[in-house]
């Protein structure tokens, strides 16, 4: 099983920047050939696709709410997924989500939960005005 876990959340004023990272940890050995995704959640609201990659990083997307602002990229060496937000504003606030979908060597950015197979815990991120 592979797991994944958040880390970099926290509590910022408009503005700032935050780095949030999700590494995985268990059986790794298929996260260099994963899709990744970041993906957000308020409550009373499904859960909405922040930025995604392909397997091999040829191919990024991002919403339209964080495009310019953020930057999603990944390092196999440490398995760990990075997402840079710069610029944060406080509709950004929100429980912070990595997904995976394994052996998904493919061009395709996927950007919906159900493509992914395996989320972390979250991660929380409040932007203060």
């Known amino acids: 099983q592979v797991q994944l876990v958040e880390s970099g959340g926290g509590l910022v004023q408009a503005g700032a920047s935050l780095r949030l990272a999700c590494t995985a940890s268990g059986r790794t050995a298929t996260f260099s050939s994963s899709a990744m995704g970041w993906f957000r959640q308020v409550p009373g609201k499904e859960r909405e696709f922040v930025a995604g990659?392909?397997?091999?990083?040829?191919?990024?997307l991002y919403a339209d709410s964080v495009k310019g602002r953020f930057t999603i990229s990944r390092d196999n060496a440490k398995n760990t997924v990075y997402l840079q937000m710069n610029s944060l504003k406080p509709e950004d606030t929100a429980i912070y989500y990595c997904?995976?979908?394994?052996?998904?060597?493919?061009?395709?950015?996927?950007?919906?939960?159900?493509?992914?197979?395996?989320w972390g815990q979250g991660t929380q991120v409040t932007v203060s005005s």
């Open positions: 997904a995976a979908k394994r052996l998904a060597i493919t061009m395709i950015v996927f950007t919906t939960p159900p493509d992914y197979e395996i």
């Open positions: 990659l392909n397997w091999n990083s040829a191919r990024t």
